[in-house]
């Protein structure tokens, strides 16, 4: 329960710091830290318009989108409390919901019929595939090592190894920091503050939503991104107590805002046809880890 | 002589430029231009003349600074081969004169409607059915685009034809804009309208264009401009051309989401919008240049202004373009996207900055020049590639060698002198202004009545070829790649459209 209510506070403040990075950065003031939630409030206050080419499929895509990320979230663990919905295999659980949302937003995006929306969706579609075994070959090696196969056990267990698992913790960061930007769109790979259809990856896709499925789509956007930084904070904080744990989790999510705040101010998007290739490199690095495991349980012959 | 030899900005009688048949004239023009890469058609159009259209076209000499002016007389509606079948530059020319004469090029590729013009002669074409290039494919995908703009700039069409990501074609529908700006010019009497009507024919180019319009109507009154006003056009030439390249760059960064290189070009650009405000009380630098006068004198202190300002700017640009010149992401966006082949850019005609980042040595400053270049010595900025990193890098040239110059020219201000009293235009002439504004070359030209008003006024903005330049350059490559492209060119709807 703790780490819901942790993951759905972090979520207020996350985007709003991105944003207030990047417009530091450029020399601007910048909205308030709460402003993309006042806007999400807003959304939600408001009807919503439906394209007349579309069917029931793009009406109850975001609720669905929405809903699995919140089912996502139920079974991230924080440090020794498990998650609402912990249980073995709930890290295959975890990502095939979270694939579920993404497969209904594709077909709903799909269904508007417009071109952009099936470019956006066929690139987000492949960016998943490729991002897809870079995860589960981080959290397979992570199982191995610690014999166990839920994240809270998994999670509990790494702490209990040798100093090289922390190592593994370091490389596990990068590699779901990076999934995590691919997941929520942002840049190296998506640019989310753009206006051209052509280039957008996620923007694309939820052209055609208004109102209150809008306002589902960019929570559920916020959560994610607090969700797997849930999993990085997890890596490190183990065992620790909770008055330590807690504030180390709102850190952590602070500095992973301001990474991303700084990344995308200091540096241009990939071209479209890198990005493959820069989330393959993250299941090479997943298969590093995985070779790690194996040495530290001696496992080559 | 089946032509009329002539330098910019002079008015000969309409009378002077010989007529001849239109084989001899086919034969003619193609046959200058195809001999010589140093030469040009900067201007091929047709007016009414009784109940016939009498052809003009003149073709400009780079290497000896002359233009040759040839005339043919044709029926209305009537069929004629085409310049295009031999060269590719007469292209866009042709499709005018299709539009709006209904004369049928017979061996031209494909006569599709340029804008629309309100007095076109089939009044059955219109926007709605303009006859896309199409396919029949299960693996090819269309994707159009407009006319509204993401960003809600201009309103333009475009249509891709996609493998996937790739783009295969694209086909710019354009129109949108017409105003119809060239009919208004004769309308208009009062020459403060017409310098209006010239300011807006592409907003992004004011100096540019009015200019060249103030050029025609001066050597149509047979005025000569002062030495004072020629100085302050060229120094408002060459600080709209910082300006715009200035926010150019700011706009490619936005467009790789490079935040920092947005920002900072986008503040750089301010300081010089807002030195035109100082100037003349307008950023775009609206109601600066007028016919026959120098209305806002050059002054020391304004000297003394706009030297501080662009210390203040030369320091802060140069590191903001090392900055972004060596970054890896951006320069992986820039290199090898959207390039035009020397081959490609010489034989659709491009011209200005965008044809000179291709390695076509096009500028007018240099071949016909005009205002104080003659002084200044220009030598024109030439790029091999092509690509989109030859266009940025253009701009970055440019705006370092128009400092330049402007810290050339406010070293030694000239004396104002008495304003020209007005006169009246010439009757029955001719008069051809080129003009290279930021984008390219600028040509206007103008056929005087015999009451002493406007009878034709031609207008070919840069955008008129360089468009067809965008749409090879996007060719094979990624879709995503498009705005960058785009951008690299910022081509005019409106000085397209007029």
């Given at each position: ?301 | ?35 010589n890469s140093e030469r040009h058609c900067v201007n091929y159009f047709g007016y009414k003349l009784g109940d016939k259209i009498k052809l003009i076209c003149c073709i400009a000499d780079d290497a000896e600074h002359l233009i040759y002016v040839s005339s043919c007389l044709v029926e209305v509606g009537s069929e004629h081969a085409s310049f295009t079948a031999k060269l590719l530059c007469f292209e866009k020319f042709e499709r005018e004169i299709h539009e709006n004469f209904g004369i049928q090029f017979t061996d031209h590729p494909w006569l599709k409607p340029v804008r629309y013009a309100h ?380």
């Amino acid at each position: 329960m703790l780490s819901v209510l942790l993951i759905t506070t972090a979520a207020f403040f996350f985007t709003g710091i991105i944003v207030r990075v990047k417009s530091m950065a450029s020399g601007r003031k910048g909205p308030g830290i709460l402003q993309p939630v006042y806007d999400v409030v807003r959304l939600f206050r408001k009807g919503v318009v439906y394209s007349e080419t579309t069917s029931f499929i793009f009406q109850i895509a975001p609720t669905i989108y929405f809903a699995s990320v919140i089912m996502a979230m139920l079974v991230v663990p924080f440090g020794q409390s498990s998650g609402v919905l912990g249980f073995n295999g709930d890290f295959i659980f975890f990502a095939y919901i979270l694939a579920l949302g993404k497969f209904f937003s594709i077909i709903a995006a799909m269904d508007t019929g417009s071109s952009f929306e099936g470019m956006g969706a066929s690139r987000e579609a492949l960016y998943s595939m490729f991002a897809e075994p870079a995860f589960f070959i981080l959290m397979g090696s992570l199982a191995l090592l610690s014999g166990h196969t839920s994240f809270q056990e998994i999670f509990a267990a790494l702490h209990i190894g040798s100093q090289i698992s922390y190592a593994l913790a370091a490389l596990a960061t990068f590699v779901i920091l990076m999934i995590a930007m691919i997941e929520s769109s942002r840049m190296p790979i998506d640019d989310p503050k753009t206006h051209l259809e052509l280039t957008m990856i996620h923007e694309v896709m939820i052209l055609d939503n208004s109102g209150f499925d809008l306002g589902l789509i960019l929570s559920a956007g916020f959560l994610k991104f607090t969700i797997y930084g849930a999993l990085i904070v997890n890596l490190f904080i183990g065992v620790i107590p909770y008055q330590y744990a807690i504030p180390a989790f709102f850190a952590i999510q602070f500095l992973l805002a301001i990474t991303i705040g700084l990344i995308e101010s200091f540096m241009a998007r990939f071209r479209m046809s890198h990005n493959p290739q820069f989330i393959v490199v993250l299941t090479s690095v997943s298969l590093l880890i995985f070779f790690g495991v194996l040495l530290i349980l001696q496992k080559f012959m | 002589m089946h032509y009329l030899t002539i330098k910019n900005n002079q008015s000969v009688p309409v009378s002077e430029i010989p007529e001849v048949s239109y084989n001899a004239f086919l034969i003619l023009n193609t046959g200058m231009v195809a001999e010589n890469s140093e030469r040009h058609c900067v201007n091929y159009f047709g007016y009414k003349l009784g109940d016939k259209i009498k052809l003009i076209c003149c073709i400009a000499d780079d290497a000896e600074h002359l233009i040759y002016v040839s005339s043919c007389l044709v029926e209305v509606g009537s069929e004629h081969a085409s310049f295009t079948a031999k060269l590719l530059c007469f292209e866009k020319f042709e499709r005018e004169i299709h539009e709006n004469f209904g004369i049928q090029f017979t061996d031209h590729p494909w006569l599709k409607p340029v804008r629309y013009a309100h007095d076109r002669f089939d009044k059955n074409q219109n926007i709605s059915n303009y006859p896309f290039y199409s396919i029949d494919s299960e693996e090819l995908h269309e994707v159009g685009v407009g006319p509204i703009h993401a960003g809600v700039i201009e309103p333009g069409h475009f249509r891709f034809i996609c493998n996937g990501e790739q783009i295969l074609h694209l086909e710019i529908q354009l129109g949108y804009q017409h105003r119809g700006i060239e009919k208004l010019f004769i309308e208009k009497k009062k020459l403060n309208q017409l310098t209006t009507l010239a300011e807006s024919i592409a907003g992004d180019t004011t100096v540019g264009h009015t200019v060249a319009f103030a050029h025609i109507w001066e050597s149509l009154c047979g005025i000569k401009s002062t030495y004072d006003t020629a100085f302050s056009r060229t120094v408002a030439l060459e600080l709209e051309r910082i300006a715009i390249h200035t926010g150019d760059l700011s706009a490619v960064c936005t467009d790789i989401a490079y935040q920092l290189g947005s920002s900072v070009f986008g503040r750089l650009r301010t300081p010089i919008v807002n030195f035109m405000q100082e100037w003349c009380g307008n950023r775009l630098s609206k109601g600066l240049i007028r016919p026959g006068k120098n209305k806002f004198p050059f002054t020391k202190s304004l000297a003394n202004r706009l030297s501080e300002l662009l210390d203040a700017f030369e320091a802060d640009f140069t590191e903001m373009n090392n900055e972004l010149f060596s970054l890896p992401s951006a320069l992986s966006r820039f290199e090898r996207t959207g390039v035009v082949s020397h081959e490609d850019a010489s034989s659709i005609g491009a011209v200005g900055m965008a044809a000179r980042a291709c390695g076509v040595s096009r500028d007018i400053r240099t071949s016909h020049p005009y205002g104080l270049y003659p002084e200044l010595n220009h030598e024109p900025i030439i790029k091999h590639h092509g690509d989109v990193y030859s266009r940025v890098q253009i701009r970055k040239s440019e705006v370092i060698q128009s400092i330049k110059y402007l810290r050339k020219l406010i070293g030694n201000i000239p004396e104002i002198s008495e304003p020209v009293a007005n006169q009246a235009i010439g009757k029955d002439l001719f008069s051809i202004s080129l003009v290279e504004g930021w984008r390219g070359e600028i040509c206007h030209c103008a056929i005087s009545n015999s009451e002493g008003g406007i009878k034709h006024y031609k207008i070919k903005d840069p955008s008129f070829h360089n468009w067809l330049a965008l749409a090879l350059a996007v060719r094979n490559n990624e879709i995503s790649d498009f705005p960058i492209c785009n951008k690299s060119f910022n081509l005019s709807y409106c000085g397209h459209d007029l």
